[in-house]
């Protein structure tokens, strides 16, 4: 491309968008990359402050900015994303269904590494809604040389940088435990909290049990959600370490393998997670839940529903990030708690 005075350029063709932008009216490109400047656009061009302006001059050694963010476009896409068209320079990434969102880092550092190109993502094991813009791609310059492109294709490897993984369509048993509840003596609060999470999710719940103090009849309870079809099973109630609480010991009869029991997340640090040996997961929800907005069930859920193994690092690393602030207005997930 080569730069020249705006009142010469009649009969050139442009080679990037050219933007006007008038505070609370508009802000879209006036001319395209491609326009064939006439007479009659000199005006115009100078009211949105370009007196020299770039035309096209064919280099074989460089891509236009459009060419190159649709090459970061194809390092970043997968299945059930779509790309929008570009757009000075721009090309996003839009979520063609729910599910949770995931990003290799380490070979997204190392593509925005390199000079004069960038893919900006959201975080990684996000939760995301079909139409949610998932990521944006774009070069630095107006041209880029062809050799720093092949450079990123390098760093990213051959695999997609991105991944969105669907939700499944899954079935749930809910096991309450407590002499409190068992007997009566209290309302059940838990039940409906966990059922309306659940909806989120288009769960199917196939009921509720509730289980007395009894580690024995909690792990019966348990199995027979499991015999009966249930993908995994949510326990509520005595999870904390006072001796009538017998829940974390009631899971563990099961045969499952404890994840841990424990979580660097506020609120739910006392949250265990279980696998049965055919990886169906059983969950101790710690009394948080009942009350708090978002908690630690709401990070671990959506990989459930997702089929993505959680282990003992994924937890260990929802400490950055794992202090809810109880904002007086939740936008979770748009924000940091366990990002």
Avoid at 22 to 36: E, L, Q, S, Y
Avoid at 204 to 223: C, F, S, Y
């Amino acid at each position: 491309m080569k730069l020249m005075k705006t009142t010469e350029a009649v009969g050139q063709v442009l080679c990037h968008d050219m933007t006007q932008i008038i505070p609370d009216v508009t802000k879209d490109a006036v001319f395209r990359k491609g326009h064939i400047v006439r007479e009659e656009d000199i005006p115009v061009l100078l009211s949105i402050g370009k007196d020299h302006i770039y035309v096209w001059e064919k280099d074989d050694t460089k891509y236009h900015e459009d060419e190159a963010a649709d090459i970061l476009r194809g390092i970043c896409q997968n299945e059930y994303m779509r790309a929008t068209d570009p757009k000075e320079g721009k090309i996003e990434l839009i979520a063609e269904t729910d599910g949770l969102f995931q990003v290799d880092e380490e070979r997204l550092l190392k593509v925005n590494s390199l000079p004069e190109m960038m893919i900006a993502t959201r975080r990684t094991n996000f939760p995301v809604k079909k139409g949610d813009k998932l990521a944006g791609t774009r070069v630095i310059p107006l041209v880029i040389e062809k050799e720093k492109m092949e450079e990123a294709k390098k760093a990213a490897g051959s695999e997609p940088l991105l991944k969105l993984i669907p939700y499944k369509n899954k079935k749930a048993g809910i096991v309450t435990t407590g002499n409190e509840v068992f007997y009566g003596r209290i309302e059940d609060k838990f039940g409906p909290v966990i059922r309306d999470k659940l909806q989120e999710f288009g769960v199917e719940v196939l009921g509720q049990k509730i289980i007395g103090d009894n580690p024995d009849k909690i792990t019966e309870a348990i199995r027979e959600w499991l015999d009966q079809g249930a993908d995994f099973v949510v326990c509520t109630g005595g999870m904390s370490v006072d001796p009538d609480d017998t829940t974390p010991s009631a899971i563990k009869q099961t045969g499952a393998e404890v994840v841990s029991y424990g979580a660097p997340v506020l609120p739910g640090a006392m949250f265990l997670l279980a696998y049965t040996k055919d990886g169906k997961p059983i969950m101790g929800l710690p009394g948080c839940v009942m009350y708090a907005k978002r908690t630690i069930f709401d990070l671990v859920l959506p990989r459930v529903m997702a089929d993505v193994p959680v282990t003992k690092a994924d937890l260990a690393k929802m400490g950055a990030g794992g202090l809810c602030l109880n904002c007086p207005t939740c936008i979770f997930p748009n924000c940091g708690f366990g990002k």
